[in-house]
Every structure is written in structure tokens, then in C-alpha cells.
């Protein structure tokens, strides 16, 4: 009788565990549910953003000045050089080690910021009572889907088929989503343009009239006229101009 109450005791404990456990969210949803608890977790979560694309791997290097400037062979780089991915680059030789360790790096860091700025999406839809207004939490959102425009615009002119009689058709992901436990779906070159443009048509409704710029001259956005301070500084920001001038570009291409 004492072996089975003990038994029963066990059963009790590993049931009770074991739900307990069950209830444990990932670490990464935790801090997700803790970093948009708040008006600040947003705005530093877009900040991340910038200073991601900002970074070497991307527009701080790769797809300003070295990278990108190789493919188009605009630098007179010697045989000899130690740069030796921008070599195989600017000869167009995509096989090298070199040269793929170079592709994959930008593919993925392009792919990180869209992750970071999907995820702003996503609860700047769910929680738009934390910001200090509706206008700040548009300009939030917007921002959110250029950035994303803006990158995967990229991804298609780097990685995707030629727009106009296209030899070789070329399927790409367009990623919306937050997980990273969900592939995002590939897209031909039409479906992929058609998800671009809605990106960018989104960016520019929740910017209009609710972009500072509209009240603010460039002189009073950096002067501190902004009750917001996160709002400052326009000019540097994908704000509603550069919403227009990266759909432009987009027509164009």
C-alpha cells in the first residue's frame, strides 16, 4: 500500500511537471511579447532595423561600395588582389567559394532585416494602443513596410530574372512572415512584383498626412519641434518622400 501511494505521489509530480512545462513559451516569443509591450520597444526595434542594414554586410559596404560595385565592374581590381570575393565577382564567376560565401551573407542579412521589420508589422497591427497616438503608430507600421519593400525590392534586382524577356524564370520567396519555423512562400516574377507593390501602396497610406513631415519643415524636425523626439530627423528615415521616390524606382526597374 505504501509502494503505491508513493507511485501515485510520482505520477501526481510528473503530470504536474510536465504541464508546467508544456506552458513554457520559446524564449524568443517571450521576448517578443516583452519588446512590443511598449511605444519604446517599437521604436528601438525599428532603430534595429536601420542599424542592420547599415551594417557592412549590407548598405554599410557590401552593396555600396564593394559587392555591388564588382558585379558592375566599376573598381579596376587587379588579378592579384586579396579582395579576392569582389574578383570572382567582377568575373562573374559565382562558383568560388569566395564568391558564394559574399551572395549568401547578403542574401541572408537582407532576409534578417525583413524578419525584424515583419515582426514590427505584425504587432503594430496587434497593439496599437501602446503607442502615444494614432498617427505614431502609423508612422511605426508604414516605416515597417518600406523597409521591407525596400529589401525585398532588392532581392528581386539582385537575385530575380531580368523584368523584360527573361531567358532563364526565376522563383524568390517574399517573406511576411515572423517564425522561423515557417519557410515564407516563393513567388514568379509577376505574383512577387504584385506582393512588392502592395508593400509599398501600404507604406505610403499609413505615411500620408501622418508623416511629421507634413506639419515639420526639415529645420523644425531637427531643431527638437517634435513633442516625439523619435520622430525627429525625417530626412534620414524611409518617411513618405522616400516611400514615393522607392516606388518610382520600382515602375522603373
Keep these: 500500500m505504501k509502494h503505491a501511494y ?22 524568443t516569443e517571450q521576448k517578443e511579447e516583452d519588446q512590443f509591450a ?24 557590401r552593396l555600396t561600395m564593394t559587392n555591388i560595385e564588382s558585379l558592375a565592374n566599376l573598381w579596376n581590381i587587379q588579378e592579384n588582389s586579396t579582395r579576392y570575393e569582389d574578383v570572382d565577382l567582377a568575373a562573374h564567376d ?10 549568401q551573407t547578403i542574401y541572408a542579412k537582407l532576409f534578417n532585416v525583413i524578419a525584424q521589420a515583419n515582426l514590427i508589422i505584425k504587432y503594430a497591427e496587434e497593439r496599437p494602443g501602446v503607442f502615444p497616438d494614432e498617427a505614431t503608430a502609423k508612422v511605426i507600421q508604414g516605416e515597417a513596410f518600406a523597409l521591407r519593400a525596400y529589401c525585398q525590392f532588392d532581392v ?19 517573406s511576411e512572415t515572423t517564425s522561423i519555423y515557417e519557410m515564407p512562400p516563393y513567388y514568379n516574377f509577376d505574383s512577387y512584383v504584385e506582393k512588392l507593390k502592395y508593400d509599398i501602396e501600404q507604406a505610403e ?4 498626412d501622418n508623416d511629421p513631415l507634413f506639419e515639420y519643415t526639415f529645420a523644425e524636425l531637427e531643431g527638437g519641434g517634435v513633442s516625439n523626439e523619435f520622430l525627429m530627423y525625417r530626412q534620414s528615415r524611409l518617411n513618405y518622400w522616400a516611400v514615393k521616390a522607392l516606388k518610382a524606382r520600382m515602375h522603373l526597374y
Excluded: H
Design 6 to 27: 508513493l507511485i501515485l505521489i510520482a505520477i501526481t509530480f510528473c503530470m504536474t511537471a510536465c504541464n508546467e512545462w508544456l506552458d513554457v513559451r520559446p524564449d
Design 38 to 61: 511598449t511605444a519604446q520597444g517599437f521604436y528601438d526595434a525599428l532603430t534595429g532595423c536601420y542599424m542592420s542594414m547599415a551594417s557592412q554586410d549590407i548598405y554599410g559596404e
Design 94 to 103: 559565382y562558383t568560388t567559394d569566395y564568391a558564394r560565401s559574399a551572395i
Design 156 to 174: 528581386l534586382r539582385l537575385f530575380g530574372q531580368m523584368p523584360q524577356n527573361a531567358s532563364q524564370q526565376v522563383e524568390l520567396p517574399y
Design 205 to 208: 497610406n499609413l505615411l500620408q
